[in-house]
Structure formats: structure tokens, C-alpha cells
């Protein structure tokens, strides 16, 4: 599975990065980023939920 996340219409909740911190970071410019594009066999759910929790559907994981 890859992760993605389109920055551009990320409004700063955190919310992906307290479902799955492994996966996705605040970037320093405040929007958050996907640092391990690789999703871990073992990470795979919660990198979903972060991208079925994200209320503005900027992030694919598939
Ligand atoms: S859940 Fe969505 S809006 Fe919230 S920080 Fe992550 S990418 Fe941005």
C-alpha cells in the first residue's frame, strides 16, 4: 500500500497524525505530510482510518 496526501488541501487538523504517526507528519510549515510512502504490512488499517478520518479527503491510501 502507498500513501498520499495532497498538502494542498490539508487544513491542519492532525488528526492523520495521531491515527498513524508511522505514516503521516506535520510537515514544518504547519500542513501535514506523508513521510513513509511504503505503508507497513502491520499499519495498513489504522493508515486507512487516518485516510477515512480526514475531513477533508485529502489523503489516498491504497
Ligand atoms: S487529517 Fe487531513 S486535514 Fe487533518 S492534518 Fe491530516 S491531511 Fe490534514
Not at 14 to 43: H, N, S, W
Amino acid at each position: 500500500m502507498k500513501a498520499k496526501l495532497d498538502r494542498s488541501g490539508c487544513i491542519s487538523c492532525g488528526l492523520c497524525t495521531q491515527i498513524c504517526p508511522d505514516v503521516f507528519r506535520m510537515g514544518d510549515d504547519g500542513i501535514a505530510e506523508v513521510y513513509r510512502e511504503d505503508v507497513p504490512k502491520d499499519m495498513e488499517g489504522i493508515a486507512v482510518e487516518a485516510q477515512e478520518g480526514c475531513p477533508v479527503s485529502v489523503i489516498t491510501v491504497d
